[in-house]
């Protein structure tokens, strides 16, 4: 059983332009979540994927926007970046099921998106 | 609106001593409760839950937490802590949708 993993590991970008951070989910699960931690910050919700559907958002603009696959794996996509934007990005993957259960989610070892 | 609060930022103890870090949440429904720890460039590790049943849940590393209603509490425990201890722990509560909202988190430093 091969766990939740994240690329790239680290990347650098500069303000305004665009950036696609991928997660592979951990086998036999069907959900994906989002976070953002910013520096000394607990990770933020910004968005879930179920069975290839937005399942829930948090506190995020439009820019912050997300894909999941047929094989549960997910995007997440930034556009016009802001300096703010710096942070580490976190995966969790979990078996999602009726709204209103919580499943215990897996987090990947995220990716440090630095914007300059 | 659902919240978690940790109100310790930095906690230092010696190696061998006991361990309490604090976490106070508000949410309208029963919660479903976490903590992770993460160590410095790492992702989050969960060290145990609380869904329901008994409110005092064993997690790993020898960590425990208790569930108190009435103070809308979840504190992690840990008899002796261990060098290896030392990193950044988060308290959470999970709500509709599988969302997890998190503590600022609490740092914990350990003397040798």
């Known amino acids: 059983e091969t766990g939740v993993t994240q690329s790239p590991t680290h990347l650098i970008k500069t303000r305004g332009q665009q950036v696609t951070l991928r997660c592979s989910s951990q086998s036999g699960h069907n959900t994906v979540s989002w976070y953002q931690q910013a520096l000394g910050q607990g990770p933020q919700f910004i968005f879930q994927y179920y069975r290839e559907e937005e399942n829930g958002r948090g506190n995020f603009p439009p820019r912050f926007s997300g894909l999941q696959f047929p094989n549960y794996s997910s995007e997440l996509n930034v556009n016009a970046l802001e300096l703010d934007d710096s942070a580490l990005y976190l995966c969790?993957?979990?078996?999602?099921?009726?709204?209103?259960?919580?499943?215990?989610?897996?987090f990947g070892p995220g990716t440090r998106l630095t914007v300059t | 609106a659902q919240s978690v609060t940790q109100p310790d930022i930095h906690i230092t103890v010696s190696e061998g001593a006991s361990l309490e870090l604090r976490c106070n949440y508000s949410y309208g429904a029963t919660p479903y409760l976490f903590w992770y720890v993460q160590s410095p460039g790492q992702g989050l590790q969960l060290l145990l839950k609380y869904f329901s049943g008994d409110t005092l849940v064993q997690g790993i590393k020898g960590f425990e937490a208790e569930f108190k209603r009435s103070q809308s509490s979840f504190n992690l425990r840990k008899p002796s802590v261990h060098w290896s201890d030392a990193a950044e722990y988060f308290c959470a509560v999970g709500t509709l949708h599988d969302k997890i909202i998190f503590g600022k988190g609490t740092r914990l430093h350990i003397l040798p």
């Open positions: 969790a993957s979990s078996l999602g099921g009726l709204a209103g259960e919580s499943y215990e989610q897996y």
